[in-house]
């Protein structure tokens, strides 16, 4: 439900003077979940809705649908012609100051940049400073209530025990003498998810030795790796619970197919650990000192270990991703590599930390979700794996 004066709360909070929020046929998601628009509603023309930092906000919508927007408080303008459509924009915007939209300068976010530059131009064109609403965004989009944590907490439960009974399928079938493919131990996985009433867009990821080196492997029947002794596996499985406002738990371990760990596998997999903890510290660290903190730096905690142990060119992903109903989020995501992330860490949300190595021989990722709740305190869930797994110990 839109909540006017939270939302001026916010857009105070993070800097701006009002929002605009836009949309053209569903172009940008962001804004029709801000502003309520069911997911299976379709319009076609362009609408705007400005949201002053303290006032009445308005809308501006097109004359053959003037209703798009009448749920929502405030005066309600209407344009046919594109002339009146600018005129009615500069009326709108005069004098605002810096306002937000779904952009990001110079495109560094794809995430949030949702407004096409030819609208972002005419906008501009009205006098006003067009700054990123990434903060905003997340802040009604990632936050989590306290039922979604205790789901997350039900869901990452049996997420952990998901491994523990595929390690134990893996030993179990490997004595019996049983072939055993990668895709075997995701369809167990997927199982241990119906018997619980755990939902998931994706079978998890199963893979060994150099499979474990590709960071998005996907596992296909027929084509998949045997499982053999001697061999290297991680699996990287995520689910939620099938209920409504459900968020995901999605994590990553490793194992080893014998009974002691070759060294390599160890050394390999103690860098990537030491990471991982560096990110999560620098989380602890900044929450407790009550300064803000912006995703890339938790990206670039983890890399700087990574890269001083020698193996920056291997680690070729971001180091987490912000986590809701959606297993990749809209909030911040932890990233200094592909984008540099400037949206801040924000109490009541979640994110993956999960560094990796990825070598032609194999692959070593650790993850785990990070959760900060209202009182800046942090929450570390799906268990710190500190060695490799021994599967047949």
Same mark, same amino acid.
């Given at each position: 439900?839109?909540?006017?004066?939270?939302?001026?709360?916010?857009?105070?909070? &993070?800097? $701006?003077?009002?929002?605009?929020?836009?949309?053209?046929?569903?172009?940008?998601?962001?804004?029709?979940?801000?502003?309520?628009?069911?997911?299976?509603?379709? &319009?076609?023309?362009?609408?705007?809705?400005?949201?002053?930092?303290?006032?009445?906000?308005?809308?501006?919508?097109?004359?053959?649908?003037?209703?798009?927007?009448?749920?929502? @408080?405030?005066?309600?303008?209407?344009?046919?012609?594109?002339?009146?459509?600018?005129?009615?924009?500069?009326?709108?915007?005069?004098?605002?100051?810096?306002?937000?939209?779904?952009?990001? @300068? %110079?495109?560094?976010? @794809?995430?949030?940049?949702?407004?096409?530059?030819?609208?972002?131009?005419?906008?501009?064109?009205?006098?006003?400073?067009?700054? =990123? =609403?990434?903060?905003?965004?997340?802040?009604?989009?990632?936050?989590?209530? @306290?039922?979604?944590?205790?789901?997350?907490?039900?869901?990452?439960?049996? +997420?952990?025990?998901?491994?523990?009974?595929?390690?134990? &399928?893996?030993? =179990?079938?490997? %004595?019996?003498?049983?072939?055993?493919?990668?895709?075997?131990?995701?369809?167990?996985?997927?199982?241990?998810?119906?018997?619980?009433?755990?939902?998931?867009?994706?079978?998890?990821?199963?893979?060994? +030795?150099?499979?474990?080196?590709?960071?998005?492997?996907?596992?296909?029947?027929?084509?998949?790796?045997?499982?053999?002794?001697?061999? &290297?596996?991680?699996?990287?499985?995520?689910?939620?619970?099938?209920?409504?406002?459900?968020?995901?738990?999605?994590?990553?371990?490793?194992?080893?197919?014998?009974?002691?760990? #070759?060294?390599? $596998?160890?050394?390999?997999?103690?860098?990537?650990?030491?990471? %991982?903890?560096?990110?999560?510290?620098?989380?602890?660290?900044?929450?407790?000192?009550?300064?803000?903190?912006?995703?890339?730096?938790?990206?670039?905690?983890?890399?700087?270990?990574?890269?001083?142990?020698?193996?920056?060119?291997?680690?070729?992903? %971001?180091?987490?991703?912000?986590?809701?109903?959606?297993?990749?989020? +809209?909030?911040?995501?932890?990233?200094?590599?592909?984008?540099?992330?400037?949206?801040?860490?924000? #109490?009541?949300?979640?994110?993956?930390?999960? #560094?990796?190595?990825?070598?032609?021989?194999?692959?070593?990722?650790?993850?785990?979700?990070?959760?900060?709740?209202?009182?800046?305190?942090?929450?570390?869930?799906?268990?710190?794996?500190?060695?490799?797994?021994?599967?047949?110990?």
């Amino acid at each position: 439900m839109f909540d006017l004066a939270q939302v001026q709360s916010a857009i105070g909070r &993070f800097g $701006f003077n009002g929002w605009l929020l836009y949309d053209f046929r569903r172009s940008n998601v962001l804004a029709c979940r801000v502003a309520g628009l069911p997911e299976d509603s379709s &319009f076609s023309r362009r609408w705007f809705y400005f949201i002053p930092a303290s006032g009445e906000p308005v809308r501006l919508v097109h004359r053959i649908e003037t209703g798009v927007l009448d749920h929502l @408080p405030g005066e309600k303008r209407v344009y046919l012609r594109w002339q009146e459509l600018e005129a009615e924009l500069a009326r709108m915007l005069q004098g605002q100051g810096k306002i937000a939209m779904e952009y990001a @300068p %110079r495109g560094g976010n @794809p995430y949030v940049s949702r407004v096409d530059g030819g609208t972002i131009e005419q906008v501009r064109a009205t006098g006003v400073e067009v700054g =990123s =609403s990434g903060d905003l965004i997340q802040f009604f989009e990632a936050r989590w209530t @306290p039922e979604q944590w205790a789901m997350h907490l039900e869901a990452d439960k049996l +997420n952990q025990q998901a491994f523990d009974l595929a390690w134990e &399928f893996i030993a =179990s079938s490997t %004595r019996a003498g049983k072939i055993l493919r990668e895709t075997d131990v995701q369809d167990f996985i997927m199982d241990h998810f119906e018997r619980n009433n755990l939902t998931t867009y994706h079978p998890p990821i199963v893979g060994v +030795n150099a499979h474990a080196g590709d960071p998005h492997y996907a596992p296909v029947r027929g084509a998949d790796s045997e499982i053999r002794e001697g061999d &290297f596996v991680l699996i990287d499985l995520w689910s939620k619970l099938k209920r409504t406002g459900a968020v995901y738990s999605d994590l990553t371990k490793v194992g080893f197919m014998g009974s002691e760990v #070759p060294e390599r $596998f160890e050394q390999v997999f103690g860098i990537v650990a030491a990471a %991982r903890d560096a990110s999560i510290q620098l989380v602890r660290d900044a929450m407790a000192a009550g300064r803000e903190l912006q995703g890339w730096e938790v990206d670039q905690a983890a890399r700087d270990v990574i890269e001083a142990a020698g193996y920056g060119d291997a680690y070729i992903h %971001r180091t987490g991703h912000n986590i809701g109903q959606e297993t990749h989020g +809209n909030g911040a995501h932890m990233d200094n590599l592909e984008t540099r992330e400037e949206r801040l860490v924000l #109490p009541e949300t979640c994110f993956s930390i999960e #560094p990796g190595i990825y070598l032609p021989e194999f692959g070593a990722r650790s993850e785990v979700d990070v959760f900060v709740d209202a009182d800046r305190q942090v929450h570390v869930t799906g268990g710190l794996q500190h060695k490799v797994l021994p599967i047949l110990a």
